[in-house]
């Protein structure tokens, strides 16, 4: 991580904090439940700028890394694996960066895309969670601003701990891909299956229940009390906790997934956080429309496919070498969405069925 690029890192981390900061000290003071008009404001917010993240990138990407002519750029898409080589034969330095620059756009914005179309299934675990443990909903804002919140430190680590590791290991990409073809399988033999969450015997109980005392009575606001003098974790700090634990197993999916858009940790952190923070939003839209995109997780299935595909065609020996572009996959992904979503506007649940499956 050079100088330049932890400069550009640390303005994009107190620019998304400032954001954070407006939602929770002014639009979200105070616990209430978030309506579907207000939830669609704020995930067309959230769109939009991540939108205006794109355009920057589009016109001054370069700069995430400094780059100024040819050299630089070929120097770092032998370090990234940009797919873009065979475009700057005969360029001169202002063409090669524009060409950069372009591409890095696209990266992000089909980065964004996977993470945001997998954060869907995150939001099935998450909408669970909430029922299993009967958290009101006016404090569903607040378990997922902070459990958000803790997921940006946690990407953080995990983006840029793979990216190192890849770099050193790069056939564990290999591995990877393999993983994520096994997964979106998994997930579309499973797509019927009725998920549940064991609030006994869950891990992070388990956890708690050993180490922390815990005040299962209380059904305020807060994540910590204190009786006596002495300090107990509250039911909704749990809840808190296994969000995140949750995210923990979402991230090994979806950030892999990334990595086979672009190797450059940045646009995959960018990309990645800005998909999560919009998740909150995302959430109270979906929340009460989920079962009518019942195709839905055969799109996602076959997403997990796709990218999985990807990332492991340029080890295979009949195809090693073999690049899919950045707009090829970008244009593939939003096929995926849109046939899965579409189909299921078209072919509407069985409404008896429904009921059996409830």
Avoid at 222 to 237: E, H, P, Q, W, Y
Avoid at 269 to 289: E, H, P, Q, T, W
């Amino acid at each position: 991580m050079d100088f330049y690029s932890n400069m550009v890192l640390l303005g994009f981390l107190v620019i998304m904090g400032f954001f954070l900061a407006l939602d929770l000290g002014i639009f979200h003071k105070k616990d209430h439940e978030i309506g579907f008009k207000e939830a669609a404001i704020w995930t067309g917010i959230w769109i939009f700028l991540a939108l205006v993240a794109f355009v920057l990138i589009y016109f001054f990407g370069n700069e995430i890394h400094g780059m100024k002519n040819l050299e630089e750029v070929k120097a770092k898409i032998q370090e990234y694996g940009h797919p873009i080589a065979n475009q700057l034969q005969g360029v001169s330095d202002a063409q090669a960066v524009s060409i950069y620059r372009k591409n890095l756009a696209f990266e992000f914005l089909t980065g964004y895309l996977v993470e945001y179309s997998l954060s869907i299934d995150n939001i099935f675990v998450i909408i669970l969670i909430f029922y299993s443990f009967g958290i009101e909903k006016k404090y569903y804002h607040r378990v997922l601003f902070w459990g958000i919140l803790g997921a940006v430190v946690m990407r953080f680590l995990f983006i840029f701990l793979f990216s190192a590791l890849i770099h050193r290991f790069e056939w564990i990409l290999l591995l990877f891909g393999l993983f994520l073809i096994f997964t979106g399988i998994k997930m579309f033999a499973e797509r019927n299956k009725n998920k549940k969450i064991d609030t006994k015997n869950h891990p992070v109980i388990r956890f708690t229940a050993r180490y922390f005392a815990v005040d299962k009575d209380y059904t305020g606001h807060n994540f910590f009390i204190r009786k006596n003098g002495k300090l107990f974790i509250t039911s909704l700090m749990i809840v808190l906790l296994i969000v995140e634990f949750s995210d923990v197993i979402f991230a090994v999916d979806s950030i892999p997934a990334i990595f086979s858009i672009t190797k450059d940790p940045y646009i995959v952190y960018f990309s990645n956080i800005f998909a999560i923070i919009g998740l909150r939003s995302l959430f109270f839209l979906l929340i009460n429309v989920m079962n009518k995109f019942r195709f839905l997780h055969i799109g996602l299935s076959l997403l997990l496919v796709f990218v999985g595909v990807k990332m492991s065609l340029p080890f295979l020996p009949f195809t090693k070498g073999f690049h899919i572009s950045t707009l090829h996959s970008l244009y593939i992904i939003l096929a995926i969405l849109a046939v899965s979503i579409l189909v299921s506007v078209i072919i509407p649940e069985n409404k008896r069925q429904t009921e059996i499956n409830h």
